[in-house]
């Protein structure tokens, strides 16, 4: 009688699996280590890793046994992977005597499912949950031993054997505990279910998942795992969702000294020293994803944002409830020891050209200071977040704001921290005298979000960018190294944004984050570069700068025609490492340039930094292939090499924290870690330092904070000056010597104070201080209470105060009447977003009158914004549609339209929030016809945007666009 035949005719099979179920022992299945084998072609050198053992993945539900007391913070939703597997006995094994808590002792001839047969049975499987046939006199159940039975272990998480006086199962753990720490006593279990390494004499738990209860009310009846996703991960009932999650111990082992920055953290993407180095040790020789190293993989981890590890918590960006009519983005922060969701942070993607796949492009950064992390979703959407429960702190759209570029590429920024600042930059298209696009870097006060300084690179760049910046300190002076989108390396002074050098590099963006080693920045690109007329073009190179100079530089060594545009360059040993766009290696050396070795072959596509720690490099290319190297006299050795699953692309770049590596792929974050070594922190390298400030107390410059406002005339505005010597060490935060003057509609006393004319329209103002011979200007918008109206009669430009106007726009007399007109002739200009205002206004409607002309046949796209949803009547595709993100048309509504050319319309978007959702229409009728009653098009957005400032959309690539007689009123 097979063992399926005794369950059926028992009449076990469901009671049996029902069992396991409510003890908490079936999760997600185990995957196969056949399906993840490792790269198998040896054409570049080295040895294939044959480290592919499968390790049952390790209970994640630990918080449900921490104490009780602490509540985890709750978002939209919480989600959290559940990767234990289900018993192998039960689901497939039916010829080994080996399950997933493994046989009875001394038990060869029978298939020991689950629990194992009883003791001394060698001629029934003798199953958990049923007695053997003809047994009337003992209940041999799952929990419960044979009457005198104290040397067998067949319980759901049972004792030792010969242990009677273990405290009960059903989801209590044993003691001295299984809370999710290492047990280094009796009954010497590892994290958290697995025998301890070379322990026989265990049952080895660590397969199965712990049974979920409430701390404050031990749970005897063992609730059932939700059943599986097709994603791998479980959705935690509402019950275990607000209140019932115990967090309080899940990072507190880790966590630094409050205010404290540990060394082992990585808050920044790029390390600790801003350079994709750690002086961690003990770390795993291999980035086998089904090695015995494996300690956790998470799929909704699973992204293209480098994660950053600070207090325990390990930090993402990702896309949010994909290809749905609600997608998003989100910051995600899991336990960094178990990869448990703690909390989400999810908002809106709006008004942006980025596609859903590149959503979760940048990276966060931690601050030791205050635990708050800080976050650029790919719209401009930037947040301060609190780190341990995932609030909001304060945000800013910064496309509204600032005129935030965000393309169809997605290329994103990373925002860093220097001292009180959190700094962050993109190509932005301002208002007033900055409408011109530029690069331009925004320092925010950390706390507060007020703007402490606004400063950019050359105007009218090619491209957006993504290069992050590099913190060093030359010659006593602290400079924010980076790439910029005019194609040259910039350094600035970060706590004042003052220009210090810059190195014109390339003819399109710089997308590499430089580095600097022993004094030397090194940096490389992928662009055309900058040759003397009669030098033919060339591609790609890699140079080193002496950051002592001052404004424009020369190179101290260039090398040409190495296409290497994403990865950013390793110094090791007086050696620089590059890896190319296609996934080649390049060795030189750091002071002359000499190639050491060239071209060597490791895949066709890279896109991640490689990661130096503990003497290795550590790498992946896009394709999946990974390596572990060490660096030699000439160039490296492959001492590991392997792949990850087909299809899981590596995009984001590898880090280390507290002896364990995160790797982040499009499926799944995974965590290394080798347990049977000794995690250490080698002495740090010997960091450059500032000249003491003492040493220069005289004041070089000032800084008027905040240095840029937006303001209704009802309201006043305080100003601070700030005064810094000639390195740009802060001196004082307040001047009692300051004076203040003001330009425009307002008066600004002799405290800083600043009070607009109350009668003030959509105007400008700019207050100068002054110390001495110093002065500083911060610009002001005011801008008043709807409603809003807007003629050009009489005007010579756009409004100063609409942000991403101006420089597009021009004011033309037609007809002897003055009216906007969206011009062709600004080839990058063409298609763009204007807006009006404060992004906390909603519930309004906003009405222009609109034509577009034609050329050679083709027509305009026309917009208008309002609550961070578009009205868009469209030249070419005869539609007016509603849509909240461009190419990602999740809650989109259209209908056909018959629109002429160079024919005036009247169009009206009106925005409203009720239950919960969002509720746009939109109509277009004849201008000077009356106006319809029924609205043209009509849609909901059940993830809303619920404020969002009024503005203009317009594509005029093919013909011009005309605009009259705009108002914004309040519904």
Same mark, same amino acid.
């Given at each position: 009688?097979?063992?399926?035949?005794?369950?059926?005719?028992?009449?076990?099979?469901?009671?049996?699996?029902?069992?396991?179920?409510?003890?908490?022992?079936?999760?997600?299945?185990?995957?196969?280590?056949?399906?993840?084998?490792?790269?198998?072609?040896?054409?570049?050198?080295?040895?294939?890793?044959?480290?592919?053992?499968?390790?049952?993945?390790?209970?994640?539900?630990?918080?449900?046994?921490?104490?009780?007391?602490?509540?985890?913070?709750?978002?939209?939703?919480?989600?959290?992977?559940?990767?234990?597997?289900?018993?192998?006995?039960?689901?497939?094994?039916?010829?080994?005597?080996?399950?997933?808590?493994?046989?009875?002792?001394?038990?060869?001839?029978?298939?020991?499912?689950?629990?194992?047969?009883?003791?001394?049975?060698?001629?029934?499987?003798?199953?958990?949950?049923?007695?053997?046939?003809?047994?009337?006199?003992?209940?041999?159940?799952?929990?419960?031993?044979?009457?005198?039975?104290?040397?067998?272990?067949?319980?759901?998480?049972?004792?030792?054997?010969?242990?009677?006086?273990?405290?009960?199962?059903?989801?209590?753990? /044993?003691?001295?505990?299984?809370?999710?720490?290492?047990?280094?006593?009796?009954?010497?279990?590892?994290?958290?279910?697995?025998?301890?390494?070379?322990?026989?004499?265990?049952?080895?738990?660590?397969?199965?998942?712990?049974?979920?209860?409430?701390?404050?009310?031990?749970?005897?009846?063992?609730?059932?795992?939700?059943?599986?996703?097709?994603?791998?991960?479980?959705?935690?009932?509402?019950?275990?969702?607000?209140?019932?999650?115990?967090?309080?111990?899940?990072?507190?082992?880790?966590?630094?000294?409050?205010?404290?920055?540990?060394?082992?953290?990585?808050?920044?993407?790029?390390?600790?020293?801003?350079?994709?180095?750690?002086?961690?040790?003990?770390?795993?020789?291999?980035?086998?994803?089904?090695?015995?190293?494996?300690?956790?993989?998470?799929?909704?981890?699973?992204?293209?944002?480098?994660?950053?590890?600070?207090?325990?918590?390990?930090?993402?960006?990702?896309?949010?409830?994909?290809?749905?009519?609600?997608?998003?983005?989100?910051?995600?922060?899991?336990?960094?020891?178990?990869?448990?969701?703690?909390?989400?942070?999810?908002?809106?993607?709006?008004?942006?050209?980025?596609?859903?796949?590149?959503?979760?492009?940048?990276?966060?950064?931690?601050?030791?200071?205050?635990?708050?992390?800080?976050?650029?979703?790919?719209?401009?959407?930037?947040?301060?977040?609190?780190?341990?429960?995932?609030?909001?702190?304060?945000?800013?759209?910064?496309?509204?704001?600032?005129?935030?570029?965000?393309?169809?590429?997605?290329?994103?920024?990373?925002?860093? /921290?220097?001292?009180?600042?959190?700094?962050?930059?993109?190509?932005?298209?301002?208002?007033?005298?900055?409408?011109?696009?530029?690069?331009?870097?925004?320092?925010?006060?950390?706390?507060?979000?007020?703007?402490?300084?606004?400063?950019?690179?050359?105007?009218?760049?090619?491209?957006?960018?993504?290069?992050?910046?590099?913190?060093?300190?030359?010659?006593?002076?602290?400079?924010?190294?980076?790439?910029?989108?005019?194609?040259?390396?910039?350094?600035?002074?970060?706590?004042?944004?003052?220009?210090?050098?810059?190195?014109?590099?390339?003819?399109?963006?710089?997308?590499?984050?430089? /580095?600097?080693?022993?004094?030397?920045?090194?940096?490389?690109?992928?662009?055309?570069?900058?040759?003397?007329?009669?030098?033919?073009?060339?591609?790609?190179?890699?140079?080193?700068?002496?950051?002592?100079?001052?404004?424009?530089?020369?190179?101290?060594?260039?090398?040409?025609?190495?296409?290497?545009?994403?990865?950013?360059?390793?110094?090791?040993?007086?050696?620089?490492?590059?890896?190319?766009?296609?996934?080649?290696?390049?060795?030189?050396?750091?002071?002359?340039?000499?190639?050491?070795?060239?071209?060597?072959?490791?895949?066709?596509?890279?896109?991640?930094?490689?990661?130096?720690?503990?003497?290795?490099?550590?790498?992946?290319?896009?394709?999946?292939?990974?390596?572990?190297?060490?660096?030699?006299?000439?160039?490296?050795?492959?001492?590991?090499?392997?792949?990850?699953?087909?299809?899981?692309?590596?995009?984001?770049?590898?880090?280390?924290?507290?002896?364990?590596?995160?790797?982040?792929?499009?499926?799944?974050?995974?965590?290394?870690?080798?347990?049977?070594?000794?995690?250490?922190?080698?002495?740090?390298?010997?960091?450059?330092?500032?000249?003491? @400030?003492?040493?220069?107390?005289?004041?070089?410059?000032?800084?008027?904070?905040?240095?840029?406002?937006?303001?209704?005339?009802?309201?006043?505005?305080?100003?601070?000056?700030?005064?810094?010597?000639?390195?740009?060490?802060?001196?004082?935060?307040?001047?009692?010597?300051?004076?203040?003057?003001?330009?425009?509609?307002?008066?600004?006393?002799?405290?800083?104070?600043?009070?607009?004319?109350?009668?003030?329209?959509?105007?400008?103002?700019?207050?100068?201080?002054?110390?001495?011979?110093?002065?500083?200007?911060?610009?002001?918008? @005011?801008?008043?209470?709807?409603?809003?109206?807007?003629?050009?009669?009489?005007?010579?430009?756009?409004?100063?105060?609409?942000?991403?106007?101006?420089?597009?726009?021009?004011?033309?007399?037609?007809?002897?009447?003055?009216?906007?007109?969206?011009?062709?002739?600004?080839?990058?200009?063409?298609?763009?977003?204007?807006?009006?205002?404060?992004?906390?206004?909603?519930?309004?409607?906003?009405?222009?009158?609109?034509?577009?002309? /034609?050329?050679?046949?083709?027509?305009?796209?026309?917009?208008?914004?309002?609550?961070?949803?578009?009205?868009?009547?469209?030249?070419?595709?005869?539609?007016?549609?509603?849509?909240?993100?461009?190419?990602?048309?999740?809650?989109?509504?259209?209908?056909?339209?018959?629109?002429?050319?160079?024919?005036?319309?009247?169009?009206?978007?009106?925005?409203?929030?009720?239950?919960?959702?969002?509720?746009?229409?939109?109509?277009?009728?004849?201008?000077?016809?009356?106006?319809?009653?029924?609205?043209?098009?009509?849609?909901?957005?059940?993830?809303?945007?619920?404020?969002?400032?009024?503005?203009?959309?317009?594509?005029?690539?093919?013909?011009?666009?005309?605009?009259?007689?705009?108002?914004?009123?309040?519904?």
């Amino acid at each position: 009688m097979t063992y399926m035949n005794y369950f059926r005719n028992a009449g076990f099979l469901l009671a049996a699996f029902s069992a396991l179920v409510l003890s908490g022992c079936v999760g997600r299945p185990a995957e196969p280590a056949a399906q993840r084998q490792s790269d198998k072609e040896d054409a570049d050198g080295g040895k294939t890793s044959t480290r592919g053992v499968a390790v049952p993945p390790k209970p994640d539900w630990k918080a449900f046994l921490q104490p009780s007391g602490i509540t985890i913070p709750y978002h939209q939703s919480v989600a959290v992977t559940a990767p234990g597997a289900m018993p192998q006995g039960i689901a497939r094994n039916v010829t080994s005597p080996g399950g997933a808590y493994g046989p009875n002792p001394g038990n060869g001839s029978a298939p020991g499912f689950a629990y194992g047969p009883l003791p001394g049975n060698t001629s029934a499987p003798g199953y958990a949950y049923g007695p053997l046939p003809g047994n009337t006199s003992a209940p041999g159940y799952a929990y419960g031993p044979l009457p005198g039975n104290t040397s067998a272990p067949g319980y759901a998480y049972g004792p030792l054997p010969g242990n009677t006086s273990a405290p009960g199962y059903r989801g209590l753990p /044993i003691a001295p505990g299984y809370r999710g720490l290492p047990n280094t006593s009796a009954p010497g279990y590892r994290q958290p279910y697995g025998p301890a390494p070379g322990n026989t004499t265990a049952p080895g738990l660590r397969g199965g998942l712990p049974t979920r209860f409430s701390p404050s009310n031990p749970n005897t009846t063992a609730p059932r795992f939700p059943a599986p996703r097709r994603s791998g991960s479980y959705s935690v009932p509402r019950a275990f969702e607000v209140g019932s999650l115990p967090t309080q111990n899940l990072t507190g082992a880790y966590a630094a000294e409050a205010g404290k920055a540990d060394p082992k953290d990585w808050v920044n993407w790029r390390g600790p020293h801003y350079n994709s180095k750690s002086d961690e040790t003990g770390l795993p020789d291999t980035l086998d994803p089904e090695g015995p190293d494996l300690l956790w993989r998470n799929t909704e981890l699973r992204g293209r944002s480098t994660p950053i590890v600070m207090n325990g918590r390990l930090y993402t960006m990702n896309r949010n409830k994909p290809e749905t009519s609600e997608e998003g983005e989100r910051v995600l922060c899991a336990d960094a020891v178990t990869g448990e969701i703690l909390w989400e942070n999810a908002f809106n993607v709006w008004l942006s050209d980025v596609p859903d796949t590149r959503v979760g492009w940048s990276s966060v950064v931690g601050d030791p200071e205050t635990d708050y992390v800080y976050a650029l979703g790919v719209c401009g959407y930037f947040q301060c977040i609190e780190g341990a429960t995932g609030k909001t702190v304060w945000s800013v759209p910064m496309h509204e704001h600032f005129g935030l570029l965000s393309t169809y590429g997605g290329r994103t920024n990373y925002p860093i /921290i220097v001292d009180d600042l959190v700094i962050v930059s993109a190509i932005v298209i301002g208002w007033g005298d900055q409408a011109k696009p530029a690069h331009r870097f925004v320092a925010f006060d950390k706390k507060t979000g007020d703007v402490v300084w606004y400063n950019g690179t050359a105007p009218l760049p090619d491209d957006t960018t993504y290069s992050s910046p590099a913190l060093t300190v030359v010659n006593g002076e602290k400079q924010m190294v980076f790439g910029s989108g005019d194609g040259s390396v910039w350094s600035f002074q970060p706590r004042t944004g003052k220009r210090l050098w810059f190195y014109e590099f390339a003819r399109r963006g710089l997308n590499v984050a430089p /580095i600097v080693a022993n004094g030397i920045v090194y940096t490389n690109q992928a662009e055309e570069n900058i040759v003397p007329p009669d030098f033919p073009p060339t591609m790609g190179g890699v140079v080193a700068l002496d950051p002592s100079a001052k404004g424009k530089t020369t190179p101290i060594w260039r090398n040409e025609e190495i296409v290497a545009g994403r990865a950013s360059p390793l110094e090791i040993d007086g050696r620089i490492y590059i890896f190319d766009d296609r996934a080649k290696a390049w060795v030189y050396d750091a002071k002359t340039g000499k190639e050491i070795m060239g071209k060597k072959a490791l895949g066709t596509v890279m896109q991640a930094n490689a990661l130096y720690a503990d003497g290795r490099i550590y790498l992946w290319t896009s394709g999946g292939r990974w390596y572990v190297l060490t660096p030699t006299e000439k160039g490296f050795d492959i001492d590991e090499k392997g792949r990850f699953p087909q299809g899981e692309e590596c995009i984001s770049s590898p880090i280390v924290s507290h002896g364990r590596i995160y790797l982040q792929t499009t499926e799944a974050m995974y965590c290394l870690e080798d347990k049977t070594k000794e995690h250490g922190l080698a002495e740090a390298p010997a960091e450059p330092e500032e000249t003491p @400030i003492e040493k220069d107390m005289t004041p070089a410059q000032i800084q008027i904070v905040p240095a840029e406002v937006l303001m209704k005339p009802s309201e006043s505005q305080a100003f601070t000056v700030r005064v810094f010597n000639a390195n740009g060490q802060l001196l004082s935060k307040t001047s009692d010597e300051a004076t203040f003057t003001v330009e425009g509609a307002g008066q600004v006393d002799a405290d800083g104070v600043f009070h607009p004319a109350a009668d003030s329209g959509h105007t400008a103002a700019y207050v100068t201080a002054k110390v001495g011979e110093l002065s500083s200007t911060s610009r002001i918008r @005011i801008v008043p209470e709807l409603p809003w109206k807007f003629d050009f009669t009489g005007k010579k430009e756009p409004p100063v105060t609409w942000v991403g106007a101006r420089y597009r726009h021009i004011i033309r007399n037609v007809d002897g009447n003055d009216m906007m007109v969206k011009i062709t002739t600004i080839p990058k200009g063409t298609r763009s977003r204007a807006w009006f205002g404060q992004s906390d206004l909603h519930d309004y409607t906003i009405q222009a009158d609109v034509k577009g002309s /034609i050329t050679d046949g083709k027509m305009p796209d026309i917009g208008l914004i309002a609550q961070g949803y578009k009205l868009d009547l469209q030249g070419a595709s005869q539609i007016l549609q509603i849509r909240a993100w461009d190419p990602q048309l999740r809650m989109a509504r259209q209908v056909d339209l018959d629109w002429k050319p160079d024919t005036w319309y009247t169009m009206k978007f009106r925005a409203e929030t009720a239950d919960g959702k969002a509720i746009l229409k939109g109509k277009i009728w004849p201008k000077g016809q009356p106006e319809p009653q029924e609205w043209t098009v009509e849609a909901e957005d059940k993830s809303p945007q619920m404020t969002g400032s009024p503005g203009l959309y317009g594509n005029a690539k093919d013909a011009e666009i005309f605009l009259d007689n705009i108002t914004v009123t309040e519904n």
